[in-house]
């Protein structure tokens, strides 16, 4: 008996005999970095940090396009639950923006490889990972739609076309976030003043907009 799990044992010549959907994954996600997007991976590349033959990886991604979906998507899941976590905490529309901001620009600040998938590969990446982005924004801003629509009935301010506003903020957050991946991260601070008072501005908008189509 070795102690070791099977899902780790590797055979003589140093590749493992059994490997996981998840393994492929991290071994995905250990090339990856702010210069290395995925769509400069190879599955061979891949197979060879996941310690497998190249086409033993064929038993869990059809091609690189799926392993590519497979990334976004998880980084997507990732990245709403920090941001879901952090706008449940939230009692008003300044605290949501402050805290969703401040718990984004913490993922870029730590060099979150997952949220660099979501950044990236919406404008460089295939069909197939710009497709899997924009679901992942989908989500997002359907999440923030709701949680906008549950604190202006708490605070009785009115909230004109609750998609769109959550729409134009995440695609906000999201643009921004980008160009910060080639900013210092000296200059992370005041990019984040800078979001939260775009947004800001975008809540303060709706809500003068759906105050004159009540006093119409």
Same mark, same amino acid.
């Given at each position: 008996?070795?102690?070791?799990?099977?899902?780790?044992?590797?055979?003589?010549?140093?590749?493992?005999? &059994?490997?996981?959907?998840?393994?492929?994954?991290? =071994?995905? +996600?250990? /090339?990856?970095?702010?210069?290395? $997007?995925? $769509?400069?991976?190879?599955?061979?590349?891949?197979?060879?940090?996941?310690?497998?033959?190249?086409?033993?990886?064929?038993?869990?991604?059809?091609?690189?396009?799926? @392993?590519?979906?497979? /990334?976004?998507?998880?980084?997507?899941? $990732?990245?709403?639950?920090?941001?879901?976590?952090?706008?449940?905490?939230?009692? $008003?529309?300044?605290?949501?923006?402050?805290?969703?901001?401040?718990?984004?620009?913490?993922?870029?600040?730590?060099?979150?490889? @997952? @949220?660099?998938?979501?950044?990236?590969?919406?404008?460089?990446?295939?069909?197939?990972?710009?497709? =899997? &982005?924009?679901?992942?924004?989908?989500?997002?801003?359907?999440?923030?739609?709701?949680? +906008?629509?549950? @604190?202006?009935?708490?605070?009785?301010?009115?909230?004109?076309?609750?998609? /769109?506003?959550?729409?134009?903020?995440?695609?906000?957050?999201?643009?921004?976030?980008?160009?910060?991946?080639? +900013?210092?991260?000296?200059?992370?601070?005041? +990019?984040?003043?800078?979001? &939260?008072?775009?947004?800001?501005?975008?809540?303060?908008?709706?809500?003068?907009?759906?105050?004159?189509?009540?006093?119409?």
């Amino acid at each position: 008996m070795s102690g070791i799990p099977d899902s780790v044992q590797v055979n003589p010549q140093g590749r493992k005999p &059994v490997i996981s959907r998840e393994d492929i994954i991290a =071994a995905a +996600l250990k /090339l990856l970095g702010p210069n290395r $997007s995925v $769509s400069t991976l190879s599955l061979r590349e891949v197979a060879r940090e996941a310690g497998i033959a190249p086409n033993s990886i064929y038993r869990h991604f059809r091609d690189l396009d799926e @392993l590519a979906v497979a /990334l976004i998507d998880l980084a997507g899941q $990732s990245l709403r639950q920090i941001i879901g976590e952090a706008r449940q905490r939230a009692t $008003s529309e300044e605290s949501v923006v402050q805290g969703c901001t401040d718990a984004f620009m913490e993922q870029l600040r730590a060099d979150d490889r @997952l @949220l660099h998938i979501l950044l990236r590969e919406g404008t460089v990446g295939s069909d197939a990972f710009k497709k =899997a &982005v924009e679901r992942q924004l989908n989500f997002f801003e359907d999440e923030l739609r709701l949680d +906008l629509m549950r @604190l202006a009935r708490i605070k009785k301010t009115g909230l004109y076309e609750p998609a /769109l506003t959550a729409k134009a903020i995440t695609r906000l957050v999201f643009a921004m976030g980008a160009t910060a991946l080639d +900013l210092p991260k000296e200059k992370y601070a005041e +990019l984040t003043g800078q979001i &939260v008072l775009m947004v800001r501005m975008i809540i303060t908008g709706t809500q003068t907009m759906a105050l004159s189509q009540k006093t119409k």
